[in-house]
């Protein structure tokens, strides 16, 4: 199949709280000093089942595709390291600051570019805003079925089945291909890119695609023209509530601690 | 005249308490001057008096029953109709499987945005302002809308239902709109229940990268087991093998809300936090009295774990 898979590059969210700082006049986040971003941790798991539905199928190719500053190449590099064959990055400065609408809308845009392909798949939600909205946008956008949150995925014919997470068990579908399915950490763990496949995916090709490559209007894209505004960016004030206990050693400490919960009925 | 319209959702056949309080904060919100309130539901119009009697004005039921299959593209035309019918600007849905896939489909199909998640709602110069939390928790992110209608999903439990009042009036009438059945629902099932859940467990014992040992996981099972609770595990733990990714607390893991979460060395990235900041009661226990996960908690200690989780196992073994 032709499979087109869609990576973001987002902050560690391994990153200490203490060094998660918003600069709230820009609405931005400030990157943590000395902290690599890294790839969504659900994108890995989307390269991973388009990988894994193209060795069953006995082969096909993969695109992925990001949008995101210079750096989210790295993000792409991680997919082909995976397996994939192709990137292309989607990089232009009107794209600072635009929403996870207009994101959808200029990813849409992309694939349409790329042309004809069989599956779109993409982690079921990006782990920075975790708003989760853009697989269904670009099947709105394209006029293809969604489906998501799979953790299982099966080419049947010219269609596809797949088991989805809900939030109290299990449902099984079944979409007509082209379709888009976001895919599930439940999926399973994605292959770790060797050293070999490292080496070899330094030399795929990554297109760089800017706004005007993919006709996107300029009334489409920058943070002016935002279909969600953002009218602040703060961290919340957490009021620690904390009792620390006390005590000469930790097995008095631990004794204490005991009976703080038992007060409390928590044990 | 504006107006909120809910998108309700049932449970076997009867309103699911969410709707309950998706109607709750549109109760606020027409006391705000969002104007008045509409139910949407897909199923019979009898649904429609336990939706009044929570502080519905109206109710709309979508009667089609290609609605039954749930899934979001035949929803749409549907809830659509019903915005038209009402008048509202404002669309509420949950932040749940349901609202999750339909809160996106619907907003693009009628170009405009959809807040997920919402946390805090209210009309502000007549227009709707939300707040929501990203960056795993880590940040709260307010939004306003460009375009209407301003659809929201709502976090569960963020609004409190109001009593249900038999004496509350106002009229049903249905819709018979769907869309078309591309993908097809070939069944359902309910998650299984044998042994003690993680997302179950009344108790939550789980260890982190801080352990630096992978055998300390018994300690932290034998604790847990005591405690008739089930054990978790960082994403850093899992990924170093140390304890299974099924175990796993976190934004790419297991959410939890247990009545009780001990956290054992256990820094509180929002990866992790992401998955048990909805727990009622922290216990940190942390060599480092800077760690994230001590300030969230009700209590910590601070101090090494190899020495106080045995000795806790200890004192409650003697309160038992």
């Known amino acids: ?267 | 005249m504006p107006g909120i319209l809910v998108v309700a959702e049932t449970a076997d056949g009867a309103i699911a308490p969410i709707s309950f309080e998706l109607l709750g904060a549109a109760r606020q919100l027409s006391a705000q001057g969002g104007g008045s309130v509409t139910a949407f539901v897909a199923g019979p119009e009898s649904l429609g008096a336990a939706l009044i009697s929570h502080g519905a004005d109206s109710v709309i039921a979508g009667t089609s029953a290609a609605l039954a299959s749930g899934t979001a593209e035949v929803l749409v035309p549907a809830v659509t109709a019903a915005i038209t019918q009402s008048g509202a600007d404002v669309v509420l849905l949950g932040q749940t499987s349901f609202g999750r896939d339909l809160g996106p489909a619907l907003a693009f199909s009628l170009k405009t945005a959809v807040a997920m998640d919402c946390v805090e709602l209210k009309i502000d110069g007549g227009r709707l302002r939300v707040t929501r939390g990203c960056y795993g928790g880590n940040a709260r992110a307010e939004h306003t809308w460009k375009a209407s209608p301003q659809v929201a999903t709502v976090k569960p439990k963020s609004f409190d239902a109001l009593e249900a009042d038999a004496g509350r009036s106002g009229s049903t009438s249905a819709i018979a709109d769907a869309g078309e059945a591309r993908v097809k629902v070939l069944g359902t099932s309910k998650a299984e229940t044998t042994g003690v859940r993680l997302e179950d467990a009344p108790v939550v014992v789980s260890g982190g990268r801080g352990l630096g040992d992978p055998g300390a996981f018994k300690m932290l099972e034998e604790l847990s087991g005591l405690l008739k609770g089930a054990t978790g595990a960082s994403r850093a733990a899992c990924d170093l093998g140390w304890y299974p990714p099924s175990q796993q607390v976190g934004l790419t893991g297991k959410t939890v809300s247990p009545g009780l979460y001990i956290a054992v060395a256990i820094s509180g990235a929002s990866q992790h936090m992401a998955g048990m900041a909805g727990s009622k009661a922290i216990v940190a226990i942390n060599k480092d009295g800077d760690a994230n996960m001590v300030k969230v908690s009700k209590f910590a200690i601070v101090d090494d774990y190899k020495k106080v989780v045995p000795a806790l196992i200890e004192e409650i073994k003697k309160l038992a």
């Not at chain 1, 993919?214 to 489409?220: C, K, M, Q, V």
């Open chain 1, 1 to 267: 199949m032709n499979i087109i898979v869609c990576v973001k590059q987002i902050p560690d969210p391994e990153t200490p709280s203490s060094s998660f700082k918003v600069d709230e006049a820009a609405k931005k986040v400030i990157p943590a000093q000395g902290i690599a971003p890294v790839v969504n941790p659900f994108d890995p798991q989307a390269t991973e089942a388009a990988l894994r539905l193209n060795e069953a199928d006995g082969g096909g190719k993969v695109t992925v595709i990001s949008l995101g500053a210079e750096s989210a190449r790295d993000a792409i590099k991680h997919a082909l390291a995976m397996g994939a064959d192709e990137g292309v990055l989607l990089n232009d400065p009107s794209f600072d600051g635009i929403d996870n609408f207009q994101t959808a809308v200029a990813l849409a845009k992309a694939i349409q570019k790329v042309g004809e392909f069989d599956l779109i798949l993409m982690g079921r939600s990006a782990a920075d805003w975790d708003m989760g909205v853009v697989p269904s946008g670009v099947g709105q956008l394209l006029g293809v079925p969604v489906v998501s949150v799979a953790k299982a995925i099966e080419k049947n014919g010219g269609s596809v089945k797949v088991e989805r997470v809900l939030d109290d068990g299990f449902q099984t579908v079944e979409a007509p291909l082209p379709a888009i399915v976001s895919v599930s950490n439940e999926f399973g763990e994605p292959r770790y890119p060797q050293l070999r496949q490292i080496m070899l995916a330094a030399k795929k090709t990554v297109q760089i695609w800017s706004a005007a490559d993919i006709g996107l209007g300029a009334e489409e894209t920058g943070a002016a023209n935002r279909w969600l505004p953002l009218e602040a960016l703060y961290v919340p004030k957490v009021e620690s509530n904390v009792e620390i206990i006390e005590g000469d050693s930790p097995e008095e400490k631990a004794r204490n601690l005991a009976q703080k919960l038992r007060a409390a009925k928590l044990i």
